[in-house]
Protein backbone atom coordinates (compact mmCIF):
# COMPACT_ATOMS: atom_id res chain seq x y z
CA UNK A 1 0.00 0.00 0.00
CA UNK A 2 1.55 3.66 -1.01
CA UNK A 3 1.27 6.12 1.89
CA UNK A 4 -1.00 8.75 1.37
CA UNK A 5 0.04 12.60 2.02
CA UNK A 6 -2.60 14.32 4.56
CA UNK A 7 -2.96 17.82 4.93
CA UNK A 8 -4.75 18.86 7.97
CA UNK A 9 -5.98 22.48 8.66
CA UNK A 10 -7.21 24.03 11.77
CA UNK A 11 -9.13 27.40 11.00
CA UNK A 12 -9.25 27.55 15.06
CA UNK A 13 -8.65 25.85 18.51
CA UNK A 14 -10.66 27.03 21.46
CA UNK A 15 -9.45 27.10 24.76
CA UNK A 16 -11.79 28.23 27.02
CA UNK A 17 -9.71 28.15 30.54
CA UNK A 18 -6.39 27.85 29.34
CA UNK A 19 -3.23 30.29 29.96
CA UNK A 20 -3.21 32.25 26.49
CA UNK A 21 0.79 32.25 27.00
CA UNK A 22 0.32 28.70 26.37
CA UNK A 23 -0.98 28.10 23.09
CA UNK A 24 2.21 27.94 20.93
CA UNK A 25 2.88 25.27 23.31
CA UNK A 26 -0.70 23.51 23.36
CA UNK A 27 -0.05 23.93 19.16
CA UNK A 28 3.27 22.69 18.75
CA UNK A 29 2.35 19.84 20.71
CA UNK A 30 -0.72 18.90 18.87
CA UNK A 31 0.66 19.23 15.48
CA UNK A 32 3.39 16.87 17.09
CA UNK A 33 0.95 14.53 18.41
CA UNK A 34 -1.28 14.53 15.98
CA UNK A 35 1.28 14.17 12.78
CA UNK A 36 2.15 10.63 15.29
CA UNK A 37 -1.01 9.20 15.24
CA UNK A 38 -2.03 10.09 11.50
CA UNK A 39 1.57 8.30 10.36
CA UNK A 40 0.66 5.08 12.33
CA UNK A 41 -3.05 4.80 12.33
CA UNK A 42 -4.44 6.73 9.27
CA UNK A 43 -7.31 8.25 8.89
CA UNK A 44 -9.61 8.41 11.51
CA UNK A 45 -13.13 7.05 10.51
CA UNK A 46 -14.56 9.98 12.57
CA UNK A 47 -12.96 12.19 10.23
CA UNK A 48 -14.34 10.71 7.24
CA UNK A 49 -18.44 11.58 8.48
CA UNK A 50 -17.74 15.32 9.07
CA UNK A 51 -14.62 16.70 7.12
CA UNK A 52 -15.53 19.80 7.91
CA UNK A 53 -15.48 20.38 11.69
CA UNK A 54 -14.51 18.24 14.13
CA UNK A 55 -15.01 18.59 17.93
CA UNK A 56 -13.24 17.00 21.06
CA UNK A 57 -16.39 18.08 23.21
CA UNK A 58 -15.16 18.87 26.55
CA UNK A 59 -11.67 17.12 27.38
CA UNK A 60 -10.63 16.00 31.12
CA UNK A 61 -7.49 17.43 30.57
CA UNK A 62 -6.52 18.87 34.39
CA UNK A 63 -3.11 19.77 33.24
CA UNK A 64 -4.30 23.09 31.66
CA UNK A 65 -0.93 24.95 32.93
CA UNK A 66 1.00 22.17 31.09
CA UNK A 67 0.97 23.13 26.74
CA UNK A 68 2.53 19.63 26.15
CA UNK A 69 -0.05 17.78 27.90
CA UNK A 70 -3.07 19.41 26.71
CA UNK A 71 -1.82 19.14 22.90
CA UNK A 72 -1.83 15.95 22.92
CA UNK A 73 -5.14 15.64 24.77
CA UNK A 74 -6.46 17.28 21.74
CA UNK A 75 -4.92 14.81 18.98
CA UNK A 76 -5.81 11.87 21.26
CA UNK A 77 -9.45 13.36 21.25
CA UNK A 78 -10.01 14.54 17.75
CA UNK A 79 -8.29 11.00 16.76
CA UNK A 80 -10.02 8.70 19.13
CA UNK A 81 -13.39 10.41 20.51
CA UNK A 82 -13.51 12.70 23.75
CA UNK A 83 -14.00 10.66 27.05
CA UNK A 84 -17.57 10.40 27.92
Known sequence: MNPREIEVHIDELVLNGVD?????????????RLTALLTHGGLPNR????QERLSTGRLRERATSDGPALGG????????????
Open 20 to 32: PRLRWSVADALKS
Open 47 to 50: WLSN
Open 73 to 84: AIADALCKGAEE
